[in-house]
């Protein structure tokens, strides 16, 4: 099974986490699993995939930060 998480690197907890289907990426998964969590005043860093402007612009309108 693969699993996208978000994790709270500051105090070691995982906050939310979701499956990623056999015949996708995580590009899919992400969108789900960042709907759960709470944003503003974060900052979010990502892999790579995960870096696209349109993420970037999602991000920004929930009040996070990508960095």
Request: net charge positive; aromatic share 2%; charged share 20%.
């Amino acid at each position: 099974m693969h699993l996208l998480s978000a994790l709270a690197h500051h105090v070691g907890v995982t906050l939310a986490h979701q499956a990623v289907d056999d015949k996708t990426n995580e590009i899919i998964a992400v969108e789900t699993l960042v709907h759960q969590l709470v944003l503003e005043g974060r900052v979010m860093t990502m892999d790579a995939l995960l870096t696209q402007r349109t993420w970037r612009r999602r991000l920004w309108t929930k009040g996070g930060i990508m960095s």
